[in-house]
């Protein structure tokens, strides 16, 4: 891959990903609910899906998955059920219990935040790597930018160090963003208007993933 097609696909994988979609809602989420930990555990689950899902480009899987209506409806019915799960738990949740740890200083480490950020990874790996759609896009997207006189492999990984790096650094500016709005309003109601909005639109990202085709 040379410089200038690297170049290409850096800025159009960071267009793609300003775009807000279920990871960016996860990573504005957790940075009012727990902070900077919550974040970082959002993004590093959001990456480690990505990894995945781009060696399985690599291997053709996702060629594979355009081929196999079963699957494809397999996967995005468990996607699509997960999404709606966490946007009807946010909306049942205690708002009191989300404002008194947000209250918490996000210094301190202890059992309950060491959980929490567990819960908070599992939640972004398993949203980003549920999506049946991103492995599609993906298997669309990065062989326009193979140079087949190259090595795949290493090609591969640069695409998805560009991707990892692409992805931390806007999700860092949607956290730092949110957070600071989170600093100017009042906890409490801050905290209650993210967990009514996230909610919905969890629901409404897994009623739109239900509904998309392979395309």
């Not at 996967?75 to 709606?84: D, E, F, I, R, S």
């Not at 918490?104 to 819960?119: D, L, M, Y």
């Not at 492999?153 to 949110?178: D, W």
Request: proline share 4%; hydrophobic share 50%.
């Amino acid at each position: 891959m040379s410089f200038h097609t690297w170049l290409l696909f850096s800025a159009a994988y960071l267009l793609t990903t300003i775009s807000p979609g279920p990871n960016v809602l996860l990573v504005i989420r957790n940075s009012v609910r727990y902070g900077s930990r919550g974040a970082a555990a959002s993004v590093a689950g959001n990456l480690l899906a990505q990894g995945v899902v781009v060696a399985l480009v690599a291997l053709g899987v996702g060629a594979l998955l355009t081929t196999l209506p079963p699957l494809f409806v397999a996967m995005k019915v468990l996607g699509a059920g997960y999404l709606m799960y966490l946007g009807i738990r946010q909306l049942r949740g205690g708002g009191n219990r989300q404002a008194s740890q947000a209250a918490q200083p996000t210094g301190v480490a202890s059992p309950a935040h060491t959980f929490e950020r567990n819960k908070v990874f599992r939640e972004a790996l398993f949203v980003s790597g549920s999506n049946p759609k991103t492995m599609i896009f993906l298997s669309a997207f990065m062989p326009q930018f193979i140079d087949h006189e190259r090595g795949l492999p290493e090609q591969f990984i640069v695409m998805f160090l560009t991707i990892a790096v692409t992805v931390a650094l806007v999700h860092t500016i949607y956290s730092l963003g949110v957070r600071g709005i989170h600093r100017r309003v009042g906890a409490s109601r801050w905290i209650a208007a993210i967990k009514r909005g996230s909610g919905l639109v969890f629901v409404a990202l897994g009623i739109k993933l239900l509904t998309a085709q392979r395309a």
